[in-house]
């Protein structure tokens, strides 16, 4: 089973549409968790970090569940430039690498 | 500020020849990380060198792979004998601890 998993979609959807993504992870440990932003043949960055009591940021709100160990981003009121994969990442403690999900693909359209 | 940085951006080499890819972190920044991104896969976690400490090398595929961080700052991944699986974007990034860490553009690597 992979330590992080992600659908990959690709999610096609309308401008102004919400959009959920989804993510599970594997080691019960995992300290911190993330989801990042990564454009076509660019490095990735990062979007938000994620908080058991969940966190919002403008349109994007991201959600932890430690106990299904689950994580979400929701995006609200979609624009063109939100077109990317969105990677899903946690980190086992402190300084540790970052494991990544595959990521899930987003356009959105006219 | 200069964020990370990483030479060359593109590297097209033949199977069996040695390349060294190069990364300089942000000023500052303890912890360099070194990853890989193959066609349709996530990234994957290489090697990651923290302050003196000896480096964290669980990810290196093979020992034809190996990294130095020279003076805490710049460091040189190498991949010797090249194979055609090695064909991957490798990313560098750099954090102070327990902070974010940022990513450099990457450098594409092609064996033919």
């Known amino acids: 089973r992979k330590e992080v998993e992600q659908d990959p979609g690709p999610f096609n959807v309308p401008e102004g549409a919400t959009v959920a993504f989804n993510c599970t992870y594997s080691?019960?440990?995992?300290?911190?968790f993330f989801w990042y932003r990564q454009d076509c043949r660019k490095e990735p960055k990062l979007l938000m970090s994620v908080y058991s009591s969940g966190n919002e940021d403008g349109r994007f709100t991201a959600q932890l569940n430690r106990a299904s160990q689950y994580i979400s981003l929701l995006i609200r009121d979609s624009k063109l430039s939100d077109s990317a994969t969105y990677l899903c990442?946690?980190?086992?403690?402190?300084?540790?690498?970052?494991?990544f999900g595959k990521g899930t693909r987003l356009s959105v359209i006219a | 500020g200069a964020g990370v940085s990483q030479s060359p951006s593109n590297k097209v080499t033949e199977k069996g020849k040695d390349v060294e890819l190069r990364c300089d972190p942000i000023s500052g920044h303890t912890a360099l990380y070194w990853y890989r991104q193959s066609l349709g896969q996530g990234l994957e976690f290489l090697i990651y060198f923290q302050g003196n400490s000896a480096p964290d090398k669980s990810g290196l595929p093979s020992d034809r792979f190996s990294a130095e961080r020279t003076g805490g700052s710049v460091s040189t991944l190498t991949i010797q004998r090249t194979q055609q699986e090695d064909s991957a974007v490798y990313l560098c990034?750099?954090?102070?601890?327990?902070?974010?860490?940022?990513f450099g553009p990457g450098t594409r690597l092609t064996v033919l």
């Open positions: 990442v946690v980190r086992y403690s402190g300084n540790t690498p970052l494991v």
């Open positions: 990034a750099s954090s102070s601890w327990n902070n974010e860490q940022f």
């Open positions: 080691n019960s440990a995992s300290q911190s």
